[in-house]
């Protein structure tokens, strides 16, 4: 399995940006797709989780301003971020988790940097 991320880049305080992430080599549905970030010093953080029914969870500084979507007959998902702070600067991760044959297994993507500067 491998995860394909997507769509950072820079953008000024108050902008937006969509983040996608894609699944490749799975045959089965993860039972949650999430997005974690990574800011330079700083350890790994959950943005943004969603299961397979489509219930989201949030990171507390990100609620309000960031909503996760999936798309489960094409295995992605994506990340739609707005009124973005320099404080969002950061390596921005894809994950997904499918439990099966009695334990979880995991994937990460590679990361694709966000930079929220003026």
């Known amino acids: 399995v491998q995860l394909q991320a997507s769509g950072g880049g820079l953008v000024r305080p108050g902008g937006s940006l969509r983040l996608s992430c894609t699944a490749s080599?799975?045959?089965?549905?993860?039972?949650?797709m999430s997005w974690y970030r990574q800011a330079p010093e700083k350890q790994r953080e959950l943005v943004a989780t969603i299961s397979s029914g489509g219930i989201p969870n949030y990171g507390h500084s990100m609620k309000g301003r960031f909503t996760i979507f999936r798309d489960n007959d094409k295995n992605a998902v994506s990340l739609q971020m707005s009124n973005l702070e320099p404080e969002d600067t950061a390596v921005y991760y894809c994950?997904?988790?499918?439990?099966?044959?009695?334990?979880?297994?995991?994937?990460w993507g590679q990361g694709t940097q966000v930079t929220v500067s003026s």
């Open positions: 994950h997904a988790a499918v439990y099966r044959l009695g334990r979880w297994d995991t994937y």
């Open positions: 080599g799975s045959l089965f549905t993860f039972n949650a």
